[in-house]
């Protein structure tokens, strides 16, 4: 008997959702997932235990929905860590409440290749109105971040490193910059356009993450090779300097 390799070349997508009170954009955000062409798909949510009316939606779409939690949480990162560990797929990508998961699915995956790879795409960000953000070098990744509803993560990787609570805001940036100084996964660019992300959301309106921006330099030190490093501390002191001749 011919053994049957379909299952390798269509690998299990896990599709993670936090919420917390977001009844008026959820649905969209859940039809935007349950409606994709690609169908090995596996999608969570998790509700940090709302009391707007969305577990009246999850109960809607129960049904198409693979596994769904509603209770209080320490944080938007630690719903995301317990849907990591709920998340049995090769993959998994995040998708906020209220973004818009574009029918790609089906294209992506035609690129992942290799196991240890981190693949990432763009998003169309609604806020600002245009295409984020490209190719991300280790320079480029060490100063900004790539948009966490465009990555597609091994589920390895993400057992291995969960977000870290202590920051706030920018957990996902610390996550990136750990993956990108681990020789074990690689980050590959996908040109895609893998969701609409609404923008103004969590980290917009807490951007001011002072553990993280506290420990920043050394992460990167940690993480990116020596002139990567340098090149943050030039511009961290550069923008220092600039701050002090303002006031």
């Known amino acids: ?115 240890n790879y981190i693949y990432y795409g763009n998003v169309l960000r609604n806020d600002i109105n245009k295409i984020y953000d490209g190719e991300f070098s280790g320079y480029k990744l060490a100063v900004s971040n790539i948009c966490h509803q465009a990555i597609f993560y091994p589920t390895a990787a993400l057992k291995k490193y969960k977000y870290e609570l202590r920051y706030k ?16 996964f690689k980050f590959h660019h996908i040109p895609l356009v893998i969701a609409v992300y609404e923008g103004d959301g969590f980290s917009a ?3 001011v993450d002072v553990e993280f921006f506290n420990d920043k330099l050394a992460i990167i030190k940690a993480n990116f090779s020596s002139s990567v490093y340098y090149y943050a501390l030039l511009r961290n002191r550069l923008a220092r300097l600039l701050a002090v001749k303002k006031n």
């Open 205 to 207: 309106d807490n951007a």
């Open 1 to 115: 008997m011919v053994k049957d390799n379909r299952l390798t070349s269509f690998p299990k997508i896990s599709i993670i959702t936090v919420v917390w009170n977001a009844k008026q954009v959820l649905e969209q955000t859940i039809l935007s997932v349950i409606n994709q062409s690609y169908k090995n798909i596996e999608y969570i949510v998790i509700d940090g235990g709302s009391n707007d009316g969305t577990l009246d939606i999850l109960k809607e779409y129960n049904h198409a929905i693979s596994y769904w939690k509603s209770e209080p949480d320490k944080g938007i990162y630690d719903a995301m860590n317990k849907g990591i560990t709920a998340a049995t797929g090769d993959w998994v990508v995040f998708v906020g409440a209220g973004d818009l998961l574009m029918n790609v699915i089906h294209k992506a995956v035609e690129s992942f290749s290799f196991p």
């Open 169 to 184: 805001a920018l957990a996902d940036h610390h996550l990136n910059m750990v993956l990108y100084g681990d020789n074990n």
